[in-house]
C-alpha cells in the first residue's frame, strides 16, 4: 500500500489547541488499500484533532453511502454508514500501534497519516450481515428470493405432508408419541 499523502497531517506547525479536517472519501481511495467489496463510495469523514502539549487526541466521525452486494439476493442496495474512533497520539521511544486506541510515534516526528484508521473505521461501520432492505419488506422481488423460498425447509415440510404415507408410518408414530 502506497502512503495516501492527502491523508498527512503535519503537526508540528500547529497551533495548540483544536482543528478541523474534512475527508470526502470515494472508492478510488479503496484501490490504495486493494479493496474491491463496494460497487460505490460516498462517505465524509470529520476529524476533530486536538494538539496538546504532551500528545494529540483525534476524533474520527464517518458518514455517508457505501453502494454494496446483498448477502442473501447479491443485488446491489446503497448501505448507509455511521461510526466514530478515538485514538491518542503519544510519543515515545519507537513506533508502536500494538494497541487499538493509542498510536505511540517516535520523539522527532512531525506528521501521523490517518488513511488506515479511516479505512479500517469505515469497514468496521459496516454491518457483519449486509441485507438489501427490500428483503425485510417484501418489495424486492429475485429470481434468487423465489428459490430460496421454494427450498426453505417451511416449504418442504409442507410438501411431505401433502405427500401420501403410508398408513403404516402412522402407527409407528403413535408408538413416539406415547409415553
Known amino acids: 500500500m502506497k502512503p495516501l499523502k492527502e491523508y498527512n497531517i503535519q503537526f508540528v506547525g500547529l497551533k495548540l489547541g483544536k482543528h478541523h479536517f474534512e475527508y470526502q472519501i470515494d472508492k478510488t481511495f479503496f484501490e ?7 460497487n460505490n463510495v460516498n462517505v465524509k469523514v470529520d476529524l476533530g484533532f486536538e494538539k496538546k502539549t504532551t500528545f494529540l487526541e483525534l476524533h474520527f ?4 453511502k457505501l453502494n454494496v452486494n446483498c448477502d442473501t439476493t ?22 508502536n500501534d500494538e494497541n487499538e486506541d493509542i498510536l505511540i510515534v517516535p520523539h522527532g516526528e512531525y506528521e501521523i497519516n490517518v488513511a488506515q484508521y479511516i479505512y479500517e473505521l469505515i469497514i468496521l ?7 438489501h432492505p427490500g428483503i425485510a419488506d417484501g418489495t424486492l422481488q429475485s429470481d434468487i428470493l423465489k428459490k430460496l423460498e421454494e ?13 401420501d404415507i403410508d398408513p403404516r408410518w402412522n402407527t409407528l408414530k403413535k408408538l413416539l408419541t406415547d409415553k
Not at 461501520?125 to 441485507?131: D, F, N
Request: glycine share 6%; hydrophobic share 30%; net charge negative.
Open 32 to 38: 490504495h488499500f486493494e479493496y474491491d467489496e463496494f
Open 61 to 64: 466521525e464517518v458518514s455517508g
Open 74 to 95: 447479491n443485488e446491489p442496495y446503497d448501505q448507509k454508514i455511521k461510526g466514530a474512533f478515538d485514538l491518542v497520539v503519544k510519543f515515545g521511544e519507537e513506533y
Open 125 to 131: 461501520s459496516l454491518p457483519a450481515k449486509r441485507i
Open 151 to 163: 427450498l426453505s425447509p417451511k416449504r418442504l415440510e409442507e410438501k411431505e405432508q401433502t405427500e
